[in-house]
């Protein structure tokens, strides 16, 4: 079971950015996948759950910015990030929730630079 | 919303025991879970719902929670304990994840 992020890079402010995390060995259909982001030197901050339903939620501060969604097809979920300001400036980590709303499953984070 | 707070530093000599705490409001209500983090790799869970390990976890570490505070416990500590360790909860009331800010351990 793994999973691989990608698409992060530098952006400008006010910028579009759309990660993609990739699942082997597991459904993400039948999955609760979450975005979680840590700063640069800072903790780790929730941004989003996709659970298997379709139900989205997200975190105060990306609430209206960021969107979540997946491709059965390609067992991939994507994160949508729009008008990006700096402080969305961190690595991107793709986590599966494994009961009780616990991650035991991480992928390896793609880094956004968000800088003019 | 809801706040988990972790020290900002846990300090222990190679072989004694470490505590980190992590506390939130009524944090006994919720179930807390643990991820260690060493140095440019992701978090990895070490501890879910309070007490339990996942499989390859070592019995050195162990976990509870109680009132207004959950604790992470490292015993006979290693050297290759020395990470970043983060507490996180699930705010039921606003669906949104909640993690600490984090803790990190240095073994002396």
């Known amino acids: 079971e793994q999973l691989v992020e990608s698409g992060g890079g530098l952006i400008q402010p006010g910028g579009s950015l759309r990660l993609s995390c990739v699942a082997s060995g597991f459904s993400v259909s039948d999955s609760y996948l979450s975005w979680v982001r840590q700063a640069p030197g800072k903790g780790l901050e929730w941004v989003s759950i996709l659970y298997s339903g379709g139900t989205s939620y997200y975190s105060d501060s990306v609430k209206g910015r960021f969107t979540v969604s997946r491709d059965s097809s390609k067992n991939t979920v994507y994160l949508q990030l729009n008008s990006l300001r700096a402080d969305d400036t961190a690595v991107y980590y793709c986590?599966?929730?494994?009961?009780?709303?616990?991650?035991?499953?991480w992928g390896r984070g793609t880094l956004v630079m968000v800088s003019s | 919303s809801y706040k988990l707070t972790q020290p900002l530093s846990v300090s222990v000599a190679l072989g004694q025991t470490a505590r980190i705490t992590c506390g939130g409001d009524?944090?006994?209500?919720?179930?807390v879970h643990w991820y260690q983090q060493k140095p440019g790799q992701a978090p990895i869970l070490v501890i879910y719902r309070d007490s339990y390990r996942p499989s390859g976890i070592p019995e050195r570490l162990s976990a509870s929670n109680s009132g207004n505070t959950a604790t992470l416990t490292i015993s006979r500590a290693q050297a290759g304990d020395e990470a970043d360790y983060h507490c996180q909860v699930w705010d039921s009331s606003t669906a949104q994840g909640v993690f600490g800010g984090g803790t990190k351990l240095t073994v002396l």
């Open positions: 009524d944090i006994e209500s919720k179930n």
């Open positions: 986590a599966r929730e494994g009961g009780a709303r616990a991650f035991d499953l």
